[in-house]
């Protein structure tokens, strides 16, 4: 693509969900899209996702709902249970796309992230691996982008979709903070317990539990580690902390706990939030995703925002004369949506530090509600 000037051309930096979503929906509208993605080849490893009904309503006007659905697990409740292992609460969500499929997935993330893979591919997108942008210049109408093997491309729009860590967004000179709330979350692929057909969230006297189906046979088991500072442990000692962190908690808890066996299927990370201040572009340039706005994982709808970012950008696009009025009318019909899911997932973050989970469950379902309208 060294080649390629000019109209309709894009740079994407960013080969996750955000990223794809959107090539894929560029690509539809007539784009040529490049993706610079700084990882290798191979999908990301690790734990699963929940998808909520915004996430499958977004994918679903990709056509991608079904494939997820057939590799994942619908569901359409959220159990809670008290820290005595009573039933405290049954959330039922909604269903964005009609009775007859489930209000949401969960799905492990290589298969999300191989049905992504393939469809921008099948649309045109080109992805480079190994490589990401060195620099960046608005030209005119156009946006010189250096990558780090040293060749330039100047295209109609850069879209910074790298994630909570972007670099894409300090070469804008677009500032985020990034805020650690104090929680370590933990995730294990775990054989799934037949009981299993709905998310279940287990409140505990320090820390929160839970477990989501991933497919007929998988599922993951979550911790919420409180009142703890960010540090790394060796692989080796994953699986059996968190054995040890789970052992507080009665009822179900104790066979999940049984069935996290080895380290490489554990994974734990702080609970960080990213949200922009101000404005996402400069110029015909964009950052999209967690590059623009990271929840907190206890919402489990990151993902979500993502995949909107992805569609709407390209519908704001192709409605607007210029590159740069569509971005304008991207940010601002995306940023109140995006900072009320941030700013709710910090909060339920810090209900759960003090076992005030009583005031954190309606709080996520106002927001699940909120995020139900049209994105
Ligand atoms: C523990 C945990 C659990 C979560 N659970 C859920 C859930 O259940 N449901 C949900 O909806 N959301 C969940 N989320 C949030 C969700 O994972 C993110 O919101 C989502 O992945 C954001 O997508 P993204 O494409 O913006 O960023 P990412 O998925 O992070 O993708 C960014 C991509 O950019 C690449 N990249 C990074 N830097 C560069 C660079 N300089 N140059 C080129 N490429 C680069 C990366 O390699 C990656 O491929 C969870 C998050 C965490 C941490």
Not at 86 to 98: K, N, S, Y
Not at 195 to 217: E, M
Request: with cysteine; charged share 20%; glycine share 10%.
């Amino acid at each position: 693509m060294d080649s390629c000037r000019g109209a309709r051309t894009a740079v994407i930096v960013g080969a996750g969900v955000a990223g794809l979503t959107a090539a894929t929906a560029l690509a539809r509208g007539g784009w040529r899209v490049e993706i610079a993605e700084v990882g290798p080849p191979e999908a990301p490893s690790g734990w699963g996702l929940c998808l909520t009904g915004p996430s499958l309503r977004a994918l679903d006007e990709l056509g991608l709902a079904d494939a997820c659905l057939a590799e994942g697990y619908g569901m359409s409740t959220i159990t809670h249970v008290d820290v005595n292992g009573e039933p405290a609460d049954e959330v039922r969500l909604p269903r964005l796309m009609g009775a007859r499929r489930p209000a949401m997935v969960g799905i492990a993330r290589p298969v999300l992230h191989r049905i992504l893979y393939a469809e921008a591919e099948k649309c045109g997108a080109v992805i480079r691996h190994g490589v990401t942008v060195a620099a960046v210049d608005q030209d005119r109408e156009l946006v010189r982008v250096r990558l780090s093997d040293g060749t330039v491309r100047r295209v109609a729009l850069l879209v910074g979709a790298d994630g909570i860590r972007s670099s894409t967004r300090g070469l804008l000179g677009l500032e985020a903070s990034l805020d650690f709330h104090g929680q370590m979350v933990w995730r294990a692929l775990v054989p799934r317990p037949l009981w299993a057909t709905g998310i279940h969230q287990f409140a505990g006297k320090t820390d929160t539990a839970g477990l989501v189906p991933l497919s007929d046979s998988q599922a993951y088991v979550f911790l919420t580690e409180n009142g703890v500072e960010q540090s790394v442990l060796p692989d080796a000692e994953l699986a059996p902390r968190l054995r040890q962190l789970l052992e507080a908690f009665p009822g179900r808890v104790q066979e999940m706990r049984s069935l996290i066996s080895v380290s490489e299927s554990v994974v734990r990370r702080p609970v960080l939030t990213g949200l922009l201040e101000g404005t996402w572009s400069r110029g015909n340039s964009v950052v999209i995703g967690d590059a623009a706005h990271a929840p907190a994982p206890q919402m489990a709808s990151g993902a979500a925002l993502a995949i909107e970012d992805g569609l709407v950008l390209a519908r704001e696009i192709r409605r607007h004369e210029s590159v740069g009025a569509g971005l304008q009318a991207f940010v601002s019909r995306r940023t109140q949506r995006c900072r009320t899911l941030v700013e709710t997932s910090v909060a339920i973050a810090a209900l759960e530090q003090t076992q005030r989970h009583h005031e954190a469950y309606p709080l996520a379902d106002s927001c699940h509600r909120l995020m139900a309208e049209p994105a």
